[in-house]
């Protein structure tokens, strides 16, 4: 049963120009490999989704360090300008183990839900660049067509260092680039026949475009969720309303259809479909992340479209 969200409050923040209805939602705690399972083949008409990358820093162990903001793959990123910044997980270092861990987890991830899926349905899957071939490879060899990437184009603190403990010495030499961009991998489950027969029959195999004039684009600039958006929902990992607002709308071509996301944390994807009038499933199995997502997708979904949640519109 999908939730009739409730309505919005009446702060200045909250938009009253945005559509009257809402999206409907379904929100389930529950281990998304499950519930994928036992879903309804050919059900779901698009997936938009932030994965845990994966097993390592969602795990008891990891959470239990990221508390006490000491060690594990968390890292609070260098403060050059005296900002405090969110911690991060450290990509850099995953063994050889944990590699192999996180290609099966996706090889796993796509072959549950390719079934689900309608034909010509298309996956959003945020990556990062030190990881997407883990992710990228086993979703083409379970069947779909890579379709591109989305590049949010972000500043992070990420990357950039000289040699450490030896910045002195080194000065002029950089590690590794510092990252600029957050890279979301575009794939579609094949159509049935031509687009068009699969747009008739199916909707979807094809993205909403921004206008008559102007199509949907793969370089999207969204600063991270700061301000309200950050206190509705304080999830380690939690992705900004203006960029998924722009994916969700993309994803379903006539505005017709289900969005999941299994991995859906604090639930900013289904804050952002409800907000676009979307209809939208979303799963975790944290119950802590679930509970914060029961609370904060309805706020979420009532944030004016223009802003981060902090009054810019950056
Ligand atoms: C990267 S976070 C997503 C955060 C989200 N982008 C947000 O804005 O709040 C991934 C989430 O997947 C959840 N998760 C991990 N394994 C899962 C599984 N098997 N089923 C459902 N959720 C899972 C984690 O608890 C975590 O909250």
Known sequence: ?????????????????????????????????????????????????????????????????????????????????????????????????????????????AEAVFPALVPGAHVFIATNPLVSYLVYEPMITAGFEKRGEIIRRVFTLRGGDRPKNAHEEFHDITVMPKSCYEPWGLFRKPCEGRVQDNLRKWKT????????????????????????????????????????????????????????????????TIGAASACGLRSIGIEINVEYYRMAEKAVPLLAAL???????????
């Open 1 to 109: 049963m999908l939730i009739e969200p409730v309505s919005k409050p009446t702060t200045p923040l909250f938009d009253e120009r945005k559509p009257a209805k809402l999206g409907p939602f379904e929100l389930v705690r529950a281990d998304a490999f499950e519930w994928l399972r036992t879903a309804t083949q050919r059900s779901l008409h698009a997936i938009v989704t932030d994965p845990p990358y994966g097993l390592v820093e969602y795990t008891p162990a990891e959470l239990a360090k990221l508390k006490k903001g000491r060690g594990g793959v968390w890292r609070i990123p260098p403060s050059f300008d005296g900002c405090q910044r969110s911690p991060l997980p450290r990509f850099t270092v995953l063994t050889e183990e944990d590699r192999a861990n996180l290609r099966a987890f996706f090889q796993r991830f």
């Open 205 to 268: 195999g094809g993205l909403r475009r921004i206008s008559r004039d102007e199509p949907f684009k793969d370089l999207i600039e969204a600063s991270p969720a700061r301000g309200l958006e950050r206190e509705l929902a304080p999830h380690p990992s939690l992705k900004p309303q203006k960029f998924l607002r722009q994916i969700v709308r993309a994803a379903l071509p006539f505005n017709d259809g289900v969005i999941l996301d299994p991995f859906m944390g604090s639930g900013s």
């Open 304 to 314: 004016r479209t223009d802003m981060n949640g902090d009054g810019s519109s950056r």
